[in-house]
């Protein structure tokens, strides 16, 4: 029997779990997505916004979200002051956290992007500038965007996980999700997800 896999992509506000159930009462996916039997592969911290897949295979849920198959993601990252090329070097190059020494980021500045508005705002200070960079990494460690661009000078202001892999989040609002169709596993030899239907 061909099996086939349940593939969302959802675009994560800030403020929201990357789970279905917290017993404080904060927003979670389940007030997005009543999709049953899907989960997602990887988290998405609480204050960050973006792509998170979610998928009922458990495999797939492995392959994603275990940082030894080295996925890229790609992150948007407005931060606090103006990046110096000697900073981007050495995220470039991989800096030193309490957990140990990163893996070498891409890494470039970047003009403002076209992005939703984030609610709340973020704090802005009149007297202090900011950039936005591009950062891709291949590793997931808790919070290592924000504790890396914080160890070069440059605090994290705003977070957004532009993509995973070859998904993205392009025209998706905040809250809102789309299904992937996938292939038939036994008939392709592994499974490729494509097919964007339309967002939910």
Request: net charge positive.
């Amino acid at each position: 029997m061909n099996v086939v896999s349940q593939v969302l992509l959802f675009n994560k506000p800030y403020g929201v779990l990357t789970q279905f159930t917290d017993r404080e009462g904060r927003p979670t996916l389940a007030e997005f997505i009543d999709v049953p039997g899907v989960y997602a592969a990887g988290r998405l911290d609480f204050d960050s916004e973006g792509l998170v897949v979610l998928t009922d295979d458990g495999a797939l849920q492995h392959r994603l979200s275990d940082p030894r198959h080295k996925l890229p993601k790609r992150y948007l990252v407005q931060v606090e002051g103006i990046a110096t090329e000697a900073a981007l070097d050495r995220l470039r190059a991989g800096v030193v956290l309490r957990d140990g020494p990163t893996a070498p980021a891409e890494v470039r500045l970047v003009d403002p992007p076209a992005l939703w508005e984030r609610t709340p705002p973020i704090r802005t200070r009149l007297t202090i500038p900011t950039c936005w960079l591009e950062l891709v990494l291949r590793e997931g460690r808790n919070r290592q965007v924000r504790r890396m661009t914080a160890a070069v000078g440059l605090p994290t202001l705003r977070l957004v996980r532009w993509a995973i892999g070859p998904w993205t989040v392009e025209g998706l609002a905040p809250g809102q999700w789309r299904a992937l169709a996938a292939e038939p596993a036994r008939s392709r030899g592994r499974r490729q997800l494509f097919r964007p239907r339309r967002p939910c």
